[in-house]
């Protein structure tokens, strides 16, 4: 597999170096950047959260106990609170998931001791003579405190599935009326909240076409009109609709049309959501132990990704010109066939190596060149599942190749896009039908402040990138600084005895009269950081 080579757009000969050691540099790569031609927002919500009652998600994952030897606050435990919080996690969408159509509410709330013992949906995934047997004691309260003590907007998906109306108006009323009003906000008081939730993200059903109630589009259509027509407005609500299964193999446009041709002539909700699993389980491709073909097969899977937002988009646009509906991808992440879980009751929790945190590059950077485009975006799922950033059992706790990339990429949220011209060619690569094309370099850029952030993943294993980065219409870098997530193991990843194999380290970056030289290795994430003149 050769990387083809590319004729260079600009003046890179022309470059003298402002600052950093003049080394032997022989880059006939060059990306443009134009910082002057900064676009649509990165919202912050793009590198958002998901967390469900399933297997060892809540339970361990997120909720140790109160009485627990592990260090908690009020119960949550204390590192998943600082390692979210270190990376500025947004949001957190709970409680599922397919969990979230049969469940109610009211079992989550009032005396610990005294609430409900109730059927889990992945109970029938769960294997023979283990039990998923929901205890209730991580509820609506404790789920607010766990987005407070992070500083995350919380993002609930109701029941549409198997709830009613009814249920869901007193739901958001409970959680969100001021007490001294409705009946429901002084309970709320009484069970320890009299500040109102302020819950403003509400999804309305989750995969209503499968696990939410195996609808058509059209019967969906009409039940979230029943859903929504009575929303009790006490924040400005931003109401997200059952989307697509994209990764269906055709994209499964079908259900965006039939949605929105249904809802011709009413209000068209705020999001729409869209799940994209970079779906392994029907290959032989193992979570942890694999050749270079799954390698790529992994990736090629996922940047398709690119191509169903821009279906869906499209297909939304025909209905809405103006686009108010915006995409939530509220489920994504690299979901494997099982045989590398924790332990097996805790059912989808995978091996996550630095093949995933290439994946997570990739995809981050579709992202933020879609920013016009996406609300917000949640990783399926945060932690002890499936592409997560921390695997936790008991005492132990890791952070994975995941985490690392969500961290490298934190000064993207909230900055403005800028536009990258990455004119490098396509990898020739094996996968699992054969030959395949998969980009060559995986760009994305923001400035706020004069600050540019831009971020290069080289899904190569073979060749490394000697990159130019010049930018346009004479904007000049005064200093840079860069990072590199890689390993010389593909493989690698973090474990519960050895926490830090995969991790960010120092990158050589320099700067040059009109842009950057830098060297992206192979199967890297790299971040260069900047002021610009
Ligand atoms: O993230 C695991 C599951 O994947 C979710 O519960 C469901 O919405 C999706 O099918």
Same mark, same amino acid.
């Given at each position: 597999?050769?990387? +083809?080579?590319?004729? %260079?757009?600009?003046?890179?000969?022309?470059?003298?170096?402002?600052? $950093?050691?003049?080394?032997?540099?022989? =880059?006939?790569? #060059?990306?443009?950047?134009? @910082?002057?031609?900064? $676009?649509?927002?990165? /919202?912050?919500?793009?590198?958002?959260?998901?967390?469900?009652?399933?297997? $060892?998600?809540?339970?361990?994952? *997120?909720?140790? $106990?109160?009485?627990? /030897?592990?260090p908690n606050v009020d119960g949550i435990r204390k590192q998943f609170v600082d390692d979210m919080k270190r990376i500025g996690a947004p949001n957190l969408r709970w409680p599922g998931g397919c969990f979230a159509d049969g469940y109610h509410w009211r079992d989550g709330i009032g005396k610990a001791s005294a609430r409900p013992r109730t059927y889990n949906f992945w109970q029938r995934r769960m294997p023979a003579g283990l039990d998923a047997t929901e205890s209730n004691q991580f509820g609506v309260h404790e789920f607010m405190h766990l987005c407070r003590l992070?500083?995350?907007?919380?993002?609930?998906?109701?029941? *549409?599935?198997?709830?009613?109306?009814?249920?869901?108006?007193?739901? *958001?009323?409970?959680?969100?009326?001021?007490?001294?009003?409705?009946?429901?906000a002084e309970e709320r008081a009484a069970n320890g909240d009299p500040q109102p939730f302020g819950i403003r993200y509400w999804g309305v059903g989750?995969?209503?076409? &499968?696990?939410?109630?195996?609808?058509r589009p059209e019967e969906y259509a009409t039940k979230y009109r029943q859903f929504i027509t009575q929303f009790p407005n006490y924040t400005d609500p931003f109401?997200?609709?059952? !989307?697509? +299964? !994209?990764?269906?193999?055709?994209?499964?446009?079908?259900?965006?049309?039939?949605?929105?041709?249904?809802?011709?002539?009413?209000? @068209?909700?705020?999001?729409?959501?869209?799940?994209?699993?970079?779906?392994? +389980? @029907?290959?032989?491709? %193992?979570?942890?132990?694999? %050749?270079?073909?799954?390698?790529?097969?992994?990736?090629? +899977?996922g940047v398709r990704l690119e191509k169903v937002i821009n279906d869906h988009w499209r297909e939304m646009g025909k209905?809405?010109?103006?686009?108010?509906?915006?995409? *939530?991808?509220?489920?994504? &992440?690299?979901?494997?066939? @099982?045989? /590398? #879980?924790?332990?097996?009751?805790?059912?989808?929790? #995978?091996?996550?190596?630095?093949?995933? =945190?290439?994946?997570?590059?990739?995809?981050?950077?579709?992202?933020?060149?879609?920013?016009? %485009?996406?609300?917000?975006?949640n990783v399926a799922q945060s932690v002890n599942c499936i592409h997560s950033l921390f695997l936790a059992q008991g005492e132990k706790f890791v952070r994975t190749p995941v985490y690392h990339v969500f961290d490298m990429y934190r000064s993207h949220m909230g900055a403005r896009q800028v536009p990258v011209s990455n004119p490098v060619a396509d990898l020739n690569v094996p996968a699992l039908a054969g030959q395949a094309h998969l980009p060559g370099l995986s760009a994305s850029a923001s400035i706020r402040d004069r600050r540019l952030t831009v971020t290069l993943t080289n899904?190569?294993?073979?060749?490394a990138l000697p990159l130019r980065v010049r930018f346009a219409n004479g904007a000049r870098a005064t200093e840079a600084r860069a990072s590199v997530l890689t390993h010389s193991d593909m493989r690698a990843t973090n474990s519960f005895t050895d926490i830090e194999e995969v991790k960010p380290a120092k990158h050589l970056v320099r700067v040059v009269a009109d842009g950057l030289e830098l060297t992206v290795p192979t199967h890297a994430v790299v971040l260069v950081e900047c002021a610009i003149a």
């Open positions: 597999m050769n990387r +083809r080579r590319f004729l %260079k757009t600009g003046a890179a000969a022309a470059a003298s170096i402002l600052a $950093g050691p003049r080394l032997a540099f022989a =880059a006939d790569t #060059e990306i443009v950047i134009s @910082p002057g031609d900064a $676009g649509a927002v990165i /919202s912050p919500h793009l590198y958002g959260h998901f967390i469900e009652h399933l297997g $060892g998600v809540i339970y361990d994952g *997120v909720w140790v $106990g109160r009485d627990s /030897s592990i992070i500083g995350a907007e919380p993002y609930v998906a109701a029941n *549409v599935g198997s709830g009613t109306p009814s249920e869901f108006h007193d739901w *958001v009323s409970y959680c969100n009326a001021p007490t001294g009003t409705l009946s429901l989750n995969e209503s076409w &499968g696990c939410g109630g195996t609808m109401l997200v609709a059952t !989307g697509p +299964r !994209g990764h269906s193999a055709d994209g499964d446009i079908g259900w965006t049309t039939g949605f929105f041709d249904a809802m011709r002539g009413y209000e @068209p909700p705020q999001g729409f959501s869209l799940h994209f699993y970079t779906d392994l +389980r @029907p290959t032989p491709i %193992k979570a942890g132990d694999f %050749k270079a073909s799954e390698w790529y097969e992994v990736l090629l +899977r209905f809405d010109a103006a686009h108010r509906t915006k995409l *939530v991808i509220d489920e994504w &992440g690299v979901w494997y066939a @099982p045989g /590398s #879980e924790i332990t097996p009751a805790y059912i989808l929790s #995978e091996t996550i190596t630095l093949r995933d =945190a290439i994946h997570t590059g990739m995809t981050f950077d579709i992202f933020n060149r879609h920013a016009d %485009k996406i609300a917000m975006a899904p190569s294993l073979e060749s």
